[in-house]
């Protein structure tokens, strides 16, 4: 047993940490916030160069083949920043699938090139009545002379304006049952019938869309892995993601607890640096109670993932994916208090931290949800 | 990055699984403990046990009697443990095995630990530690009692209070002023008291569970050679840092196993509780709270395996220590708190009550939990360091002028 980085990881931290502070600084952020496409060309190609969009893609595909550890080490980094754009949806989303469900084809066409920063992807799976529920699958994938024809609306996708592909999860079978009938899909976003409506959303640093499918065509040669079967990768999938916000997660609530403990030892209130008072430096210290304690969750998580039985690793996303969420918008919330009013203006970044850990509660399942989740996992339907 | 044990360890985890179903099996009920007496032979045995089997004092040096292991196996241990510790109340001396042998191993004389390691281990011994007194809680450097150096001797007078099982104990980690006129922090000593010793008083305090765990102690002209000073004189506050940082690195281990047996006990106590005639767990409020319980539980247990893994490699433990302290302590409250909502109106029924559920344990963690989150460090105390000593906060004015006087 052994739970530190080894060297090969701090290296991969301090690069990532190095890299992100020079290219992502808050002014990028906050134009990229405003822009319409929220990321520029030029960095993509710069973290492709880094080797990042294959970090987790096995090496005949042109990746790097590394664990979800290493990744979550750089994806800890980007939360710090905030880091706009496409990269989670890629390389997080739709790489994973393609990765856990694609046929040797699909890979050498789609992943080959995810890894070598020359498409894009994302994952069309949430709908306008399943609430942030992953297994609410209704939207209709119909057989229709050896293809499908789906019809539908898909909601709170990722950066899909900006994808060349999206992996869009679809009912071809009766029921409600995610695990029985539900087919996924590799659908062009250029696809004839597919529209794309860009939300007004409260994190401006990552775009989401309303995608609407109307008598969108697909052949059988869409169809990522098996049909009707759609779910059991899927899931796997998920849990990966989730484990990848809650790296997210905890990169963004070290940064607003580093912003918080700044500010209170320099601003003076009272003949004293408000960092003096009780009421302000317990509030600080509880940020590094749950900074600390989501790093440890987050970190089992990651190596779970890789190393562990699906069902102990299922449950170990879970709590890391609701406890990091938690964490990040507590933290969020009193580094704006011990802010102060200039905490609540454009001006500072804080907004920018507590709008992305707003988001990232509710995606891929909401606390809820998860809890939920863990609740079944542990046991409290069987006692 | 590996949470897997390595074939040797997990082979040691065997070896010991099975040596412990040979050595107390599960048919035999456990000894009594009710009494002082009884809780300390049961104790007793139990120890001599583990000593003669080779699982005490782990990772201590053979000389001394202990194993020369490794800390993985010192973890191993004390997990495989935990139940087997609650039946025979290894809590009476968990002072004696997480403060006073760390401590007398780290810092004691050559003497002290030829004279006091083995006793730890072969269950001779049971120790604990007498720092807070009347006035000096949190503030445990308001340290006021005495003592006076007299030949070959300190005479110690004073008073200390909420010491820990004191009723069973042989010993105790004394903190003394032995200079009144040096500033506080400065004229504190270290001292290894033997609790039979003429002018030791032990008075036992009732609790908020009904029982006495904790006592005063009193101390009249109480004689220690001075061989049983621990570092130098005046030097005892540095000494009794190290000590509570000690008990710190073991601790939120084996506070995570103690939970997750606490934990078990809930789901299966939750299962059978009904409201409205169906079982409380169909309602999503509670599987919520289970779920978050749960999740605090792993929170806290891979957060103790980084400041375990990180002594391993070779650091010392540091102040971030604490936040485990504030983990355990809060996971605590919640999960009996959780525990008592579960059982609704039932939930008054105490030991004794024929309809009290598992016959009133949750009752008792309930009001216990009351006291975690003061003993070893109040949570405020635990912020305070925190925000000090890890994040790097200023003291507050009034306070850092106090403490330079």
């Given at each position: 047993m052994d739970i530190s980085f080894n060297q090969d990881q701090i290296e991969i931290a301090n690069q990532a940490h190095r890299f992100l502070e020079k290219e992502c600084p808050a002014e990028f952020v906050r134009r990229m916030y405003e822009d319409e496409k929220g990321f520029t060309d030029e960095l993509w190609h710069k973290m492709a160069e880094m080797g990042w969009m294959g970090m987790t893609i096995p090496e005949q595909y042109?990746?790097?083949?590394?664990?979800l550890t290493d990744l979550c080490i750089i994806l800890e980094e980007m939360g710090r920043v905030v880091l706009p754009g496409p990269y989670f949806s890629t390389v997080m989303l739709a790489a994973e699938a393609l990765k856990a469900a694609g046929n040797e084809s699909q890979k050498q066409t789609y992943l080959a090139r995810i890894a070598v920063g020359e498409s894009r992807g994302t994952l069309a799976l949430f709908e306008p009545e399943g609430g942030s529920r992953p297994g609410y699958i209704r939207m209709e994938a119909k057989e229709d002379s050896g293809g499908f024809i789906m019809n539908g609306t898909k909601l709170f996708v990722p950066d899909a304006p900006v994808s060349d592909f999206m992996v869009v999860a679809a009912r071809t079978?009766?029921?409600?049952?995610?695990?029985?009938?539900v087919t996924l899909f590799l659908v062009d976003t250029g696809a004839p019938g597919l529209s794309i409506t860009p939300l007004i959303t409260m994190d401006g640093t990552r775009k989401q869309s309303a995608v609407r499918f109307e008598g969108v065509k697909v052949t059988s040669e869409n169809i990522l892995g098996g049909i009707h079967k759609g779910w059991e990768p899927l899931s796997r999938v998920l849990n990966r993601a989730q484990v990848g916000l809650a790296a997210e997660n905890v990169g963004g609530a070290q940064k607003a607890m580093e912003m918080a403990v700044d500010y209170a030892k320099i601003r003076v209130a009272f003949d004293q640096p408000i960092g003096a008072y009780q009421a302000v430096k317990h509030m600080c210290a509880q940020m590094l109670v749950e900074v600390e304690g989501s790093r440890s969750i987050l970190y089992y998580a990651a190596w779970a993932q890789d190393e562990e039985r699906p069902e102990q690793a299922a449950l170990a996303a879970s709590v890391a994916k609701s406890h990091c969420s938690e964490a990040y918008r507590n933290v969020c919330t009193d580094c704006i208090q011990v802010l102060g009013a200039i905490g609540f203006t454009?001006?500072?970044?804080?907004h920018l931290f507590l709008k992305r850990a707003k988001a990232n509660q509710v995606a891929l399942g909401d606390t809820a949800f998860h809890r939920e989740e863990i609740a079944r996992l542990i046991g409290c339907d069987g006692v | 990055m590996d949470y897997r044990l390595s074939p040797e360890d997990e082979n040691y985890r065997e070896e010991l699984r099975a040596w412990l179903d040979r050595t107390f099996p599960k048919d035999r009920p456990p000894p009594k403990t009710d009494t002082i007496e009884d809780a300390r032979k049961a104790y007793q045995n139990y120890q001599r046990k583990l000593f003669e089997g080779g699982y005490a004092g782990i990772r201590y040096p053979r000389k001394y009697g202990g194993q020369n292991g490794s800390m993985i196996q010192e973890m191993i241990v004390t997990e495989e443990l935990a139940p087997y510790g609650r039946d025979h109340a290894a809590g009476i001396n968990a002072i004696g095995m997480g403060m006073a042998l760390p401590t007398i191993h780290a810092v004691g004389t050559e003497e002290q630990k030829e004279m006091f390691i083995r006793k730890l281990l072969d269950g001779t011994h049971v120790w604990v530690q007498a720092f807070s007194e009347p006035n000096a809680g949190s503030d445990v450097a308001a340290c006021t009692t005495r003592a006076v150096r007299k030949g070959d001797r300190y005479l110690v007078n004073g008073q200390k209070i909420w010491t820990t099982s004191a009723q069973y104990a042989d010993w105790s980690l004394v903190l003394v002023r032995t200079s009144p006129d040096k500033p506080k922090h400065r004229g504190l000593s270290y001292l290894l008291m033997d609790l039979k010793a003429p002018g030791v008083e032990i008075r036992p305090i009732r609790q908020i569970t009904g029982e006495d765990e904790f006592n005063e102690i009193y101390f009249d002209d109480v004689e220690v050679p001075l061989n049983m000073l621990v570092g130098r004189e005046d030097e005892g506050w540095m000494i009794a840092l190290t000590t509570l940082m000690f008990e710190r690195v073991m601790g939120d281990l084996s506070m995570a196993n103690t939970f997750k047996i606490m934990f078990d006990n809930l789901l299966s106590m939750a299962g059978s509780v009904k409201e409205n005639g169906r079982p409380v767990l169909e309602n999503p409020y509670y599987r919520q709270k289970m779920a978050k319980c749960y999740s605090d539980l792993m929170v806290l247990k891979y957060t103790g395996l980084r400041n375990f893994s990180k002594v391993f490699g070779g650091g010392v433990p540091g102040p971030e220590g604490s936040i485990g302290k504030l983990l355990w302590s809060t996971l605590q409250v919640n999960m009996s708190e959780l525990a008592m909502e579960i059982q609704g109106p039932y939930n008054q029924l105490m030991p004794g009550s024929p309809s009290a559920i598992d016959n009133g344990l949750f009752q008792y963690s309930y009001l216990y939990a009351k006291g975690m989150v003061i003993a070893a460090g109040t949570t405020e105390v635990m912020k305070n360091i925190i925000g000090e000593r890890v994040l790097g906060l200023p003291k507050d004015m009034s306070r850092s002028a106090i403490t330079r006087k």
């Open positions: 042109n990746g790097v083949g590394l664990g079978g009766a029921g409600n049952d995610p695990a029985e009938g454009w001006e500072h970044d804080a | -």
